[in-house]
């Protein structure tokens, strides 16, 4: 079974500019996870989906950070702009519906904003 | 705002040894609790489950849950310097969503 698979996996972008990552997560997998995880922390949730819709975005700074999974598939987090303090892995996980808590977590994009 | 906390470490055992992490919550109402290992650079992978109040023992892994002090930690029996990584405390959370709240996680180092 193929895993959770994210591009870009490194981003190196300039403050005040815009970046999105991508994430297909395990086929079936119902529920998807945006995670935020900054060097030395856990990670933090940003949006939950569940199919196309969303489930929780209440730690999503929704002035700059959108997020959307069209189809009940594929997502895209995007940051505009961004600010010193996005740089950070992002992590996208997925997971059955009933077992939200075996999540499969992809390879991360680690963005650096300068 | 709920939250899990541990121990940042970095905790040195020597190979051999029994490797003990630990991790408190605050949601009362939490139900499941997990661990979960991320090696440096990589990303969390799923090791430990428990659900009730004891012991649970899977292979040289032992996660321990005590409710009423809402405290739950890992034992490692027999470290090897595989298990070198960081070692994430996950609480499920109480409501609808089904999501988990991570802890900042516990850097173990075994030493050869």
């Known amino acids: 079974e193929a895993g959770v698979a994210q591009s870009p996996r490194y981003k190196i972008i300039e403050k005040r500019q815009s970046v999105a990552f991508w994430c297909n997560p395990i086929s079936g997998h119902a529920t998807l996870y945006w995670y935020q995880q900054i060097l030395g922390q856990g990670p933090k949730l940003l949006i939950q989906?569940?199919?196309?819709?969303?489930?929780?975005d209440s730690q999503l700074p929704k002035d700059r950070f959108s997020a959307e999974r069209l189809k009940g598939v594929d997502s895209t987090l995007k940051i505009q702009p961004a600010k010193l303090e996005d740089s950070a892995v992002y992590l996208c996980?997925?997971?059955?519906?009933?077992?939200?808590?075996?999540?499969?977590f992809g390879p991360g994009t680690r963005l650096t904003v300068t | 705002q709920k939250e899990v906390e541990q121990n940042s470490g970095p905790l040195s055992v020597p190979e051999g040894a029994i490797a003990s992490l630990n991790c408190t919550y605050s949601?009362?109402?939490?139900?499941?609790f997990f661990w979960y290992r991320q090696y440096s650079g990589k990303s969390p992978e799923l090791i430990m489950s428990i659900y009730s109040n004891g012991d649970k023992e899977d292979g040289r892994f032992t996660a321990q849950l005590n409710k009423a002090s809402q405290y739950v930690s890992l034992l490692i029996r027999d470290s090897q310097p595989s298990d070198s990584a960081t070692y994430l405390c996950?609480?499920?959370?109480?409501?609808?969503?089904?999501?988990?709240?991570f802890g900042s996680g516990t850097q173990l180092t075994v030493l050869p």
């Open positions: 949601d009362r109402g939490s139900q499941s």
């Open positions: 996980a997925s997971s059955q519906l009933q077992r939200f808590y075996e999540q499969y």
């Open positions: 989906f569940q199919n196309n819709g969303v489930v929780d």
């Open positions: 996950a609480v499920s959370s109480s409501g609808s969503a089904r999501q988990l709240t």
